[in-house]
């Protein structure tokens, strides 16, 4: 993995005394998951670059013990010697400690001197796409280059994949443009921090920087960047998941998601379709699993056979808007007896979801990070265990229909993963398999000869 920064501020070679790094000599470091090396391209007084180099050894991955637990070879055969990520952002911080530090003693005076910079980054991992990109580092001043990188130059039939090649460029001091590097490139990757320690974790933690907090996508930057392995992530999601997922149900509304979907009405036909596969499934007592604002709740009490609702959702603030939406507070007495709205998340088991007859799960699953999936069906199917579950979730084959999303991003930036139809398939057989529920799936919204429909549905019954 590489990344180059090319000052063109004359002189530019004035670089290699703020990066502590003279331009004729390359520097090599152990950096414990291989070796780190800083050399000079190019250093003229017009243009002049230093290139991070970060050999990673594959083996000592695979042996260390912060490997990621899975089986197979995942372990061996990955992205990581090759894309940038937090083990960038560590080599990043090993080697140019001084410079992030604001120190330079050789000439203290370039320290707060904004320079003409290009960070050049040649394979870029981009959860979300090419939008998530622009919307860290353009507010931050930067012109962006992405360039989709084909999963295969031979099969370009085979599309791109989640790599882009970037050039950022924009007047900064060198000291924070190696900050913004340090916290984005992991906030790009968005994957847990495999093969780096709890220590280089909190190392990362305190770099944030003063300009996260003012940044319009402070609270992306926090969620991502806080996505650990086990420990941290694990404390972070109990003592903050509400605000967490809050924000995330704001985005919802608000973000790519509704402006893609919108033309279709595409939310309106989701709720029709999940009430109707409530009223068939007979109504009685419903919950709704991640009720959001309560749109689905504000139809399902308007169903004479549904005798009450209860709205779940991990998000303090949906529930509240959900509230104003119900007119809760101005409800008859007998109104308010049918309905119900309490804070909880799908991944712990909760007494009070028992004894439904149908539970809905409208847009959900897709937010629930995929290593807790099976966490989550244990609660949903083992626990809660309704008579009959109702779920809708993306189609990601669809979305080749959407031309305002970059090829592979997903519909929401909080989204974990969208299935395609045989994988949503293979999870509705391992639920049958696992806790007896047989279930139907079916489409959702406009049917694409190819791809499908943009949503899919599956009723499952006990
Ligand atoms: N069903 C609603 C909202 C979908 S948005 C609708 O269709 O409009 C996803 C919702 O799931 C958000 O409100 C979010 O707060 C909630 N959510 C995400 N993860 C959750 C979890 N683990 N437990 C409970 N709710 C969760």
Same mark, same amino acid.
């Given at each position: ?21 003279? %331009? /004729? ?31 990673? =050894?594959?083996v ?32 990043? $911080?090993? @080697? ?10 050789a ?9 003409? @910079? ?23 001043? *930067? ?8 999963? /295969?130059?031979q ?7 989640? *790599?882009? +090649? !970037? ?9 924070? +443009? ?9 906030? @790009? ?5 495999y093969?780096?320690?709890?220590e ?20 992306m930057?926090?969620?991502? *960047? ?24 704001v ?30 499934l007979?109504?009685?007592r419903? !919950? ?24 779940? =959702? ?7 808007? $959900? ?27 909760? %007494? ?5 007859? !149908? ?16 966490? @989550?069906?244990? !609660? ?12 809708t979730?993306p ?68």
């Amino acid at each position: 993995m590489l990344v180059s920064l090319t000052s063109t501020t004359p002189d530019a070679t004035d670089l290699g005394f703020l990066l502590h790094k003279h %331009p /004729d000599r390359v520097r090599s470091v152990d950096v414990g998951f291989g070796q780190a090396h800083v050399f000079y391209p190019e250093a003229t007084a017009q243009r002049c670059t230093a290139t991070l180099f970060v050999e990673v =050894d594959p083996v000592a991955l695979a042996r260390g013990r912060n490997r990621p637990q899975s089986a197979g070879l995942e372990p061996y055969v990955n992205d990581r010697p090759y894309a940038a990520s937090s083990m960038l952002s560590v080599a990043l $911080a090993r @080697l140019f400690r001084t410079a992030m530090s604001g120190t330079c003693d050789a000439r203290p005076e370039l320290v707060e001197q904004s320079l003409d @910079l290009e960070v050049d980054l040649p394979v870029v991992p981009v959860r979300g796409g090419e939008h998530v990109l622009r919307r860290l580092f353009e507010p931050l001043g *930067y012109a962006v280059e992405a360039v989709p990188i084909a999963l /295969d130059a031979q099969f370009t039939s085979w599309g791109a994949s989640p *790599y882009f +090649a !970037v050039r950022l460029s924009g007047r900064h001091t060198v000291r924070r +443009a190696l900050e913004h590097l340090y916290v984005l490139l992991p906030v @790009l990757d968005d994957r847990k921090h495999y093969w780096i320690g709890q220590e280089e974790i909190d190392k990362l933690l305190r770099r944030g920087g003063d300009w996260v907090g003012s940044h319009p996508e402070a609270k992306m930057i926090s969620r991502r *960047y806080l996505r650990f392995g086990g420990f941290a992530r694990e404390a972070l999601s109990r003592l903050a998941e509400p605000d967490e997922h809050g924000d995330a149900a704001v985005e919802h509304h608000d973000g790519l998601e509704q402006t893609l979907e919108r033309p279709l009405k595409l939310s309106e036909q989701r709720l029709d379709a999940v009430t109707e596969a409530v009223r068939a499934l007979g109504g009685g007592r419903v !919950v709704d699993l991640g009720c959001g604002e309560g749109r689905l709740l504000e139809r399902l009490v308007a169903e004479p056979a549904v005798t009450d609702v209860l709205g779940i =959702d991990v998000s303090i603030a949906a529930l509240q808007r $959900a509230q104003r939406r119900l007119g809760l507070d101005e409800l008859s007495e007998r109104r308010r007896e049918r309905i119900a709205l309490q804070q909880g998340a799908l991944t712990y088991a909760d %007494p009070s979801v028992c004894g439904f007859d !149908v539970a809905t799960m409208v847009e959900v699953i897709e937010h629930v990070d995929a290593e807790r999936l099976d966490v @989550l069906a244990e !609660v949903v199917f083992g626990h809660a265990a309704p008579t009959a579950v109702v779920l809708t979730t993306p189609n990601r084959e669809y979305n080749a229909n959407f031309e305002h999303l970059s090829p592979n991003g997903l519909r929401h930036g909080d989204h974990r993963f969208e299935w395609n139809r045989e994988e949503f398939a293979e999870w509705a057989g391992g639920i049958l398999d696992q806790f007896g529920y047989r279930f139907e799936i079916s489409g959702i919204g406009p049917q694409d000869p190819v791809c499908g429909t943009p949503t899919q549905m599956a009723i499952f019954r006990r």
